[in-house]
C-alpha cells in the first residue's frame, strides 16, 4: 500500500499563527481551520471577537476544499451555471461553496487544506492564501 504525504500538527500550527497574524493585520477576527487531505481537522483557532458560527463555517471550507481538491471559491464558479448541480450541493450541510478554504497540494495530490470564515468571503480567502504560504516548504 502506497502512503500519501499529509500535513503535520507543526505545520497546521503555522499556518493558524500566519492566519492570525493576517486577520490582526486587517483587523477582522475570524475562525481558522486546517484539515489532514481526508478533511478531518488537525488544527483550529477562534481568534477573540469571531462569531461562533464562523468556526462551523471554517471547518466546511477547509473540508470542502479538501475533498474538492481545489479553492471553495473555484468550487462555487465551476457548479454557478449548473442549477441541479448546484441544489443537490446546497443540501450537503458539510460543504461551503463560497471562498475561504484552500487546498495545499504536493506530488502526490491534496495534502491538507485550510478553511477560514469570520469575513466578507474576498477576506477569508486572503487570510487561507497567507496560511497556505506558511505551510510551503
Known sequence: ???????????AQRAIGAGVRKSQEIEIPMSLAVVDAAGNLVALARMDGA???????????????????YPTGAFFDSVKEDPPLLAGLAH??????????????GAGGVIAAVGVSGGHYTDDHGVAEAMVEAMQP
Do not use: C, H, W
Open 1 to 11: 500500500m502506497e502512503s500519501k504525504p499529509n500535513i503535520q500538527l507543526e505545520d
Open 51 to 69: 462569531s461562533l458560527l464562523s468556526l462551523d463555517v471554517a471547518i466546511r471550507k477547509a473540508y470542502t476544499s479538501a475533498i474538492a481538491g
Open 92 to 105: 450537503r450541510p458539510d460543504l461551503a461553496l463560497f471562498g475561504g478554504g484552500i487546498p495545499l497540494t
